[in-house]
């Protein structure tokens, strides 16, 4: 069965980018509305075209053509402007994710900064532990000598004893061993009196030794409570950034739906476009009648 023009009654349509145009006037026709007008039932629901005019068109049926020409163009007015609603979201997102990728940066910033305080810190804190060691070491070796002169003026002591005790027993007479009680009493206090210097000197060198042991003791506690602080700046910006990373994931994905978007919105503004202009053409045509 030959297919007519609904405008110019000509039978010679061809397909054109999978659309029928006729020859003679230039009205195009969908897949679904040759199969109508073929009697043959569509492939898949879709609202029926207005009917177009006769090469007689009535008044009414002009109206109908008109009123179908202002339904589609209202439907490309707002498939343009959801075009541009969804291009308006596309830039909030893009200025969403730059001012994102800004708080990144800083952060990135922040972390390297972060890094090098650590590294002076790890620099401090092994100078430090240093101190401390040789402090130690030092304290040990002042109570190992001090130990040991105690230990020397305890038999010097018992020796001196000893001594005094023979010096007793001894008769105004016995002068020699008196004169050599004597000299080696002598020798005792001397001695007693050099362990004491050197104990008091031991002393002087823990006392003098003390305020830089605290020093570097305090030192020790502010390194170890600046690296808590550091530890945890470090921790609040991995846990940002990793958040910012799910955000701009979101975002990203966000993005890509409205791109997907205005993709079909441009699909569908070109297929509207196109219909519009052979309702164009029609129109054209039946002013010329």
Same mark, same amino acid.
């Given at each position: 069965?030959?297919?007519?023009?609904?405008?110019?009654?000509?039978?010679?349509?061809?397909? @054109?980018?999978?659309?029928?145009?006729?020859?003679? %006037? #230039? /009205?195009?026709?969908?897949?679904?509305?040759?199969?109508?007008?073929? #009697?043959? *039932?569509?492939?898949?629901?879709?609202?029926? *075209?207005?009917?177009?005019?006769?090469?007689?068109?009535?008044?009414?049926?002009?109206?109908?053509?008109?009123?179908?020409?202002?339904?589609?163009?209202?439907?490309?007015?707002?498939?343009?402007?959801?075009?541009?609603?969804?291009?308006?979201?596309?830039? $909030?997102?893009?200025?969403?994710?730059? &001012?994102? !990728?800004?708080?990144?940066?800083?952060?990135?910033?922040?972390?390297?900064?972060?890094?090098?305080?650590?590294?002076?810190? %790890?620099?401090?804190?092994?100078?430090?532990? &240093?101190?401390? +060691?040789?402090?130690?070491?030092?304290?040990? @070796?002042?109570?190992?000598?001090?130990?040991?002169?105690?230990?020397?003026?305890?038999?010097?002591?018992?020796?001196?004893?000893?001594?005094?005790?023979?010096?007793?027993?001894?008769? *105004?007479?016995?002068?020699? &061993?008196?004169?050599?009680?004597?000299? =080696?009493?002598?020798?005792? /206090?001397?001695?007693?009196?050099?362990?004491?210097?050197?104990? !008091?000197?031991?002393?002087?060198?823990?006392?003098?030794?003390? *305020?830089?042991?605290?020093?570097?003791?305090?030192?020790?506690?502010?390194?170890?409570?600046?690296?808590?602080?550091?530890? +945890?700046?470090?921790?609040?910006?991995?846990?940002?950034?990793?958040?910012?990373?799910?955000?701009?994931?979101?975002?990203?994905?966000?993005?890509?739906?409205?791109?997907?978007?205005?993709?079909?919105?441009? =699909?569908?503004?070109?297929?509207?476009?196109?219909?519009?202009?052979?309702?164009?053409?029609?129109?054209?045509? /039946?002013?010329? $009648?």
């Amino acid at each position: 069965m030959a297919i007519q023009c609904e405008i110019c009654g000509s039978t010679n349509l061809l397909k @054109e980018n999978g659309v029928f145009v006729c020859q003679s %006037c #230039g /009205l195009r026709y969908s897949v679904e509305e040759i199969r109508r007008m073929m #009697g043959t *039932p569509p492939s898949a629901p879709t609202p029926p *075209p207005a009917p177009a005019p006769q090469p007689n068109a009535t008044a009414e049926e002009k109206n109908a053509l008109e009123e179908r020409i202002r339904q589609t163009e209202a439907i490309c007015q707002e498939l343009l402007s959801k075009k541009a609603q969804t291009e308006e979201k596309s830039l $909030k997102l893009e200025a969403e994710m730059n &001012r994102l !990728n800004e708080r990144i940066d800083q952060l990135s910033a922040k972390k390297k900064g972060l890094d090098a305080r650590i590294a002076t810190i %790890c620099q401090r804190a092994e100078e430090n532990g &240093r101190l401390l +060691t040789s402090f130690n070491e030092r304290e040990q @070796e002042i109570q190992r000598q001090a130990a040991e002169l105690r230990a020397r003026g305890d038999v010097i002591v018992a020796r001196h004893g000893v001594l005094m005790q023979e010096k007793s027993r001894l008769g *105004p007479y016995d002068t020699r &061993r008196l004169s050599e009680i004597d000299r =080696e009493v002598g020798n005792i /206090l001397r001695e007693v009196d050099s362990l004491n210097a050197r104990l !008091n000197a031991l002393g002087s060198e823990q006392l003098q030794t003390q *305020p830089r042991w605290q020093a570097a003791l305090q030192e020790s506690q502010r390194i170890q409570t600046e690296a808590q602080q550091i530890q +945890t700046e470090s921790q609040q910006i991995v846990a940002e950034h990793e958040k910012i990373l799910a955000e701009n994931a979101r975002l990203r994905a966000d993005a890509d739906r409205l791109i997907a978007e205005a993709k079909k919105l441009d =699909e569908d503004y070109a297929k509207e476009k196109t219909y519009l202009k052979s309702l164009y053409v029609a129109r054209d045509f /039946l002013k010329k $009648k």
